[in-house]
């Protein structure tokens, strides 16, 4: 249970605490909540894939002069496979951006987080099958430990709302249970083509012991009113999830809103040469 790979998703700014502690409260308003749910693998693995489940909270403390304080939390529910593999946490993140250049070209911003995790890992071992024919006795059907991760944003916005963000993370700093240490390296731009039109690409590398993947985003949000805006794009995701020499591409496309204070998103994936898809679901809500 200790190699098991985290869970990682597709739209990766919603859950972003996951991603990135620096990245909590890295969105406008004061207050968000969010949900999301991610099935996949289910008619590869008869029925028995993978679910994985989040929801996050996020406060932004009211700014003084150039620096803001942020809290969050997120609980996780990861799920895998017949063996009812189920990773559980409860997570508290908070960030603070300090503004270091502000000037008529525009302002940048350095931000940095702390995420700190309790972990409840269990394995069903009556749905595992053994060349023995025996229950292996060294493994454990329940562990439970802390974790904890750190991370590094930096981020620059333009008078004409031209926006770069670049970012690193590392999570289970202190390898409790033994487990993989998880870096992640995400960048993001976000160009007005006109007032009403932006294009956002972005990239997202993590890599966890032998398991690695890189997702690329290009999307298109047009901005419909101050508080209405619909974003559309296309992705891809190569990975290594069980071996390096096994290599998994996924394509697909996603789209998102923003009604007043109403989030929604849904992605789509096709994994290439396998039979099989993934969703993504998310819900949220921004004071």
Request: without cysteine.
């Amino acid at each position: 249970m200790s190699h098991a790979q985290d869970a990682i998703f597709t739209q990766w700014r919603t859950i972003s605490q996951n991603t990135n502690p620096a990245l909590t409260g890295d969105y406008s308003g004061n207050l968000r909540i969010q949900a999301l749910h991610r099935p996949q693998w289910n008619n590869v693995l008869r029925g028995n894939g993978y679910q994985s489940s989040a929801v996050s909270f996020e406060y932004k403390f009211e700014k003084k002069s150039s620096r803001q304080i942020n809290i969050g939390s997120y609980l996780l529910d990861d799920r895998a496979g017949s063996s009812a593999l189920t990773t559980r946490s409860f997570n508290f993140s908070t960030s603070i951006t300090q503004e270091v250049e502000n000037d008529k070209n525009g302002t940048h911003t350095l931000s940095a987080g702390l995420n700190a995790g309790l972990y409840r890992r269990s394995i069903d071992l009556d749905e595992l099958r053994w060349l023995s024919g025996q229950i292996d006795p060294n493994i454990k059907e329940h562990v439970a430990f802390a974790d904890i991760s750190a991370g590094l944003s930096w981020q620059y916005q333009s008078e004409n709302n031209l926006k770069f963000q670049l970012g690193s993370a590392i999570y289970h700093i202190n390898r409790a249970n033994n487990l993989y240490i998880r870096k992640s390296v995400h960048a993001l731009a976000d160009i007005p083509v006109t007032a009403a039109l932006h294009l956002i690409p972005s990239i997202l590398f993590s890599d966890q012991g032998p398991h690695h993947q890189i997702l690329t985003t290009l999307q298109s949000k047009w901005l419909l009113k101050n508080t209405h805006s619909i974003q559309v794009g296309v992705l891809t995701k190569r990975g290594s999830f069980y071996s390096i020499d096994r290599s998994i591409h996924t394509y697909g496309i996603s789209a998102s809103t923003q009604f007043n204070s109403f989030l929604l998103g849904i992605s789509y994936e096709l994994f290439q040469d396998l039979e099989s898809n993934a969703f993504e679901f998310s819900l949220g809500y921004v004071w």
